[in-house]
């Protein structure tokens, strides 16, 4: 399995501001995948970071808004821009090891609280 | 666009009772993964099917993919109040491969003791 370490765990941010999300993996893996899920709702995948390129994006999320790093092959992060309270979600990395089949381990997630 | 439906969204059982989620997606799937996620925590992965008419088992899970793959089952046995959590079908977004999964709207078990 892979081990997957996320923070902030949560925050609570002002609106307009910035938060950068960090996620770090135990493993290289070449995908790191970045989702959303609003409260009581289900997982919504934000972008797909690769190692080397520019992150690619799921329709209904852009760059600008959620600008992706990915410096290494264990290493991302997420930055949630020019915060609103609609941004009040956790946002979960996850990595997809396909030595072990085609399953997603997920990081614990960051809670973000927007006021 | 590609849609994954889950039923029902809330499921209140007596401990020891059967429990039972449906997937149906609106365009046939490669394979349909189902993940489990504790209140307060994060997705957990299940299982994998991949196969038309596949069923799994695991202890008091049974799992199920439909012969046209895309529909799919999860049955628990005589629950437990270990069991509760959030579950979730997920199946890859049209046109993608590995990690890009769409979910379920996703089925809130509580199970009263």
């Known amino acids: 399995s892979a081990v997957i370490s996320q923070k902030p765990s949560r925050d609570i941010c002002q609106r307009g501001t910035s938060l950068t999300i960090q996620c770090q993996v135990d493993s290289q893996v070449t995908m790191m995948f970045w989702y959303r899920q609003q409260p009581g709702q289900s997982l919504t995948l934000i972008a797909t970071a690769n190692q080397g390129s520019e992150a690619t994006y799921e329709s209904g999320f852009v760059i600008d808004k959620f600008p992706i790093s990915r410096p290494n092959l264990t290493f991302s992060t997420l930055t949630v821009s020019n915060m609103s309270p609609e941004d009040s979600s956790i946002y979960l990395c996850?990595?997809?090891?396909?030595?072990?089949?085609?399953?997603?381990?997920f990081g614990s997630g960051t809670q973000l609280s927007v006021l | 666009g590609q849609q994954v439906m889950q039923i029902p969204q809330y499921q209140h059982v007596q401990e020891g009772e059967d429990f039972t989620t449906y997937c149906n997606s609106s365009t046939t799937l490669s394979n349909i993964q189902w993940y489990k996620q504790r209140p307060g925590g994060h997705p957990v992965f299940l299982i994998q099917l991949v196969k038309s008419g596949e069923v799994k088992k695991q202890k008091r899970l049974t799992f199920q993919f439909g012969e046209a793959k895309k529909n799919s089952s999860l049955h628990i046995t005589a629950t437990q109040t270990t069991d509760v959590g959030t579950y979730f079908c997920a199946g890859p977004i049209e046109g993608t491969s590995y990690g890009k999964l769409t979910f379920g709207q996703g089925t809130i078990l509580t199970v009263h003791p």
């Open positions: 996850s990595v997809e090891l396909t030595e072990l089949g085609e399953k997603l381990f």
